[in-house]
């Protein structure tokens, strides 16, 4: 199975910050990544897929890029409904694997 | 509106067995491909099953294989989950998740608690 590893695991910041989340893969997964993201007792949210892509809704202060084996969520300005748990998943071949998440907390 | 919601969790023994339900509603169910998500709690997110729009496809992680069963309904808009041979590690939120670009909509979740 793809292993996915996310970095920092919890990083702090402050409204208006721009937090960037990277996600490394264990083999090339070309474009195939998305990024969710989840607060507390709720079901994640897709913000971005195929690795660059915004979802429908998403404020585009969000933003994600990168491919094969390396890929970055920036969030530009953070505002204080971003502070949440963000994962990614790939998407290229079964079994799906998330990463570990990051959970950006308020400094 | 796109609706997910799951039903049939709860507090089952050690080696019991519980079924999960998914209904669908606002969109053409037998067109998407779905999935099982759980989150163990505190823990992160785990996929762990996935079946094609016509039912014939079905993946799962190693974690439950032998011991879990994706299938669906697409006469009456659901999904299932046939859980079997339950251990405590199987405790979760278990979320259904339609596939699209993305894992686009998820259901509220449905909580699976093993104990004796």
């Known amino acids: 199975a793809i292993q996915m590893t996310q970095s920092p695991s919890s990083p702090s910041a402050s409204v208006g910050d721009r937090v960037t989340i990277t996600c490394r893969a264990s083999?090339?997964?070309?474009?195939?990544l998305d990024w969710y993201q989840q607060t507390p007792g709720k079901a994640p949210k897709l913000l971005i897929y195929?690795?660059?892509i915004l979802q429908s809704g998403v404020p585009s202060r969000f933003s994600g890029s990168g491919s094969g084996t390396d890929f970055t969520l920036t969030i530009s300005s953070l505002q204080p409904e971003d502070f949440a748990t963000y994962y990614c998943?790939?998407?290229?071949?079964?079994?799906?694997?998330f990463g570990q998440g990051t959970k950006v907390e308020i400094k | 509106e796109v609706q997910l919601v799951e039903s049939g969790g709860g507090l089952v023994q050690p080696g019991g067995s519980l079924r999960l339900s998914c209904a669908a509603s606002?969109?053409?169910?037998?067109?998407?491909?779905m999935n099982w998500v759980r989150q163990a709690p505190g823990q992160g997110l785990e996929w762990i099953s996935y079946?094609?729009?016509?039912?014939?496809?079905?993946y799962d992680a190693d974690s439950v294989k032998g011991r879990f069963t994706i299938s669906r309904d697409n006469a009456k808009n659901s999904l299932f989950l046939q859980m079997s041979s339950l251990r405590a590690d199987d405790t979760a939120v278990y979320y259904c998740a339609r596939s699209w670009f993305g894992f686009d909509y998820w259901g509220q979740g449905t909580l699976v608690t093993v104990s004796s």
């Open positions: 079946i094609s729009s016509s039912g014939v496809t079905v």
């Open positions: 195929a690795a660059s």
């Open positions: 998943l790939q998407d290229y071949n079964y079994p799906r694997t």
């Open positions: 606002g969109f053409t169910f037998s067109s998407y491909d």
């Open positions: 083999q090339d997964i070309g474009s195939n």
